[in-house]
């Protein structure tokens, strides 16, 4: 019988270990990590130091995640279309203007959102934006829903449009590597053919492990952009700029990218730091307006840039003065391509997502598209609603279609007032079964269930605007994972207590992320496809309210 058609209970994993087993299990997990390249530098390392000496596993999981085959299938598929989808979002220049604008949309109540577009349209304004191209390495985040009644399915948590390196900047947790993933795939393979997992579990065999190549997937769209600059009459020696954030611990997982284009495409690439690019970058002034970065360690060179990849600038914090708001804009307007544009980056909003789930929104942004490919796109969405809602209409079920009156209102929301606007005062009544969520990255910054109300008492009429209500998923119960913590450096003096607390059982959430490219402009686009996944496996938060922000780690995917 086939593994898949195995019954599953999600409350009775992980498999049972013996203490003898267990350790094994750890040895071998974290030594295959450290030989895959699984990586980053410690806390605490100089990271303004000489070439790194020294460096730690990043925290991973024992077993590989379960996902139903069916619906990890589906996210895969499903993918091509949110490239397109977002594609043509970040080209509607009206939409986002409307949406995220700081003259009518989330930008007049968020400063950093609002600077960006800003400065986006003063280049727009005085046509000072020569590549209509855009470039996207996106990924799409999941959560395993299971209702108590119901189809149990994946819905999306949010959609990224710009690279991360972490989750916030004050919040405590691992590293979100787009491209360690590959290297995580290994550690269930390798300890499937080594232990056979001491034949714990059934359903670990390898055919339930899926395969995975994000690195070679995510070269391929830089390169397909590199290669698009180059056609209109760019410098074939032009090379990649990664934009990253001084003391990058991850810089490990970014080399893998620069080696994968350098090897395979044999294009170069050069990192720099915001802060070194306001005085090392430059666009020409002639017709051509390419981008030149003089390298640090070349103060006589200058190099011609293809493609822009942010690994940095997705946080207010990281433009500390105007001077680093200029120097992104003058990369904008630049002909280089870049990933993402801001308008991109704008279209990756929660305001986005929300108002996505209104009725005829999808479409608009898909036309031509068959409406059964928009009911399964419409699938994957969790019900949401801005605080700042006025009317019903605009507070309905996303799951609706076009044959579907989405403008319901849900039965327990009271009627608006002249105090308090529709959509707080629905957040307020069905508090218990939701998430708050702000403009800014990281969840971090969401309030949860019980504490809404009273962060609704104190949030300003006018700061509503830049807050999303967002119905919770209803993640699988009781599900378990071993969690090995991070590497160490403190090798010397290691207790036994220590050293058993290497790994932790505790109830777990995991989430799946789907990555993909899309290169577009111009109102098509060019090339695009589903390149990979990464799964990060949290200890579930005491309040069941979302994911801990504590310890957190890479997992992998088992199908069943």
């Known amino acids: 019988m086939a593994s898949s058609s195995i019954p599953f209970n999600f409350a009775e994993w992980p498999p049972s270990l013996s203490p003898e087993q267990q350790t094994t299990l750890v040895q071998k997990a ?151 993933k590959q290297a995580c795939i290994r550690i269930p393979r390798h300890l499937m053919l080594s232990t056979s997992y001491f034949n714990s579990s059934p359903h670990l065999k390898l055919e339930n492990l899926p395969k995975n190549d994000t690195i070679a997937g995510l070269a391929k769209g830089i390169a397909a952009g590199h290669a698009a600059y180059v056609s209109h009459g760019g410098s074939p020696s032009s090379k990649i700029l990664f934009v990253v954030q001084a003391g990058e611990r991850n810089v490990f997982d970014q080399r893998w990218l620069e080696y994968e284009l350098l090897e395979k495409h044999s294009i170069h690439s050069i990192r720099q730091t915001f802060e070194e690019l306001i005085t090392s970058s430059s666009v020409d002034t002639s017709a051509s307006s390419s981008l030149k970065i003089t390298p640090m360690d070349s103060p006589n060179e200058s190099i011609e840039i293809s493609v822009v990849y942010y690994r940095a600038g997705y946080m207010p914090h990281e433009y500390p003065s105007q001077e680093y708001y200029s120097t992104r804009f003058k990369l904008e307007s630049s002909r280089a391509i870049k990933c993402p544009t801001i308008p991109l980056q704008l279209a990756g909003g929660k305001k986005v997502q929300e108002v996505l789930g209104r009725k005829g929104l999808v479409e608009r942004f898909l036309p031509g598209v068959p409406q059964s490919q928009v009911d399964r796109l419409r699938k994957t969405f969790m019900d949401m609603w801005g605080l700042d809602e006025d009317s019903p209409g605009a507070v309905g079920d996303v799951t609706s279609t076009s044959t579907t009156d989405s403008a319901s209102p849900s039965p327990s929301a009271p009627p608006p007032t002249s105090s308090e606007s529709f959509g707080t005062q629905r957040a307020r009544a069905e508090h218990a079964t939701l998430v708050l969520k702000p403009q800014r990255e990281g969840g971090g910054n969401n309030v949860y269930k019980s504490d809404i109300p009273a962060f609704l008492d104190g949030l300003p009429a006018h700061e509503r605007e830049a807050w999303i209500a967002m119905r919770l998923i209803e993640v699988p119960q009781g599900l378990g994972g071993w969690l090995v913590r991070a590497g160490s450096l403190d090798y010397g003096g290691s207790s036994d207590k220590s050293r058993a607390e290497r790994a932790v059982k505790a109830e777990v959430v995991s989430e799946l992320g789907i990555f993909g490219w899309a290169l577009f402009g111009a109102g098509k686009v060019q090339g695009e496809e589903e390149v990979g996944w990464l799964v990060r496996t949290k200890g579930k938060d005491s309040n069941e309210g979302g994911v801990a922000t504590g310890f957190s780690v890479l997992d992998s995917v088992l199908l069943v």
Not at 64 to 70: D, G, I, L
Not at 88 to 103: K, N, Q, R, S
């Open 30 to 180: 974290t030594t295959r990590a450290l030989a895959t390249g699984l990586l980053y530098l410690p806390p605490g390392y100089p990271l303004e130091s000489p070439p790194p000496q020294a460096a730690i596993h990043a925290p991973l999981s024992l077993f590989p995640a379960p996902f139903s085959r069916e619906s990890f299938e589906f996210a895969q598929e499903i993918q091509s279309l949110y490239n397109v989808l977002y594609s043509h979002i970040a080209m509607d220049t009206e939409f986002l203007d409307e949406i995220m604008g700081a003259e009518k949309g989330v930008g007049r109540v968020d400063d950093f959102i609002g600077e960006l577009w800003k400065g986006w349209k003063v280049l727009r304004d005085s046509n000072s934006v020569p590549q209509p191209l855009h470039l996207g390495l996106f990924r799409s985040d999941y959560l395993y829903h299971v209702p108590p009644e119901g189809e149990a399915f994946f819905k999306q948590v949010e959609f990224n449009t710009i690279s991360r390196s972490f989750t916030g900047k004050h919040r405590p947790s691992v590293v979100i590597p787009a491209l360690f």
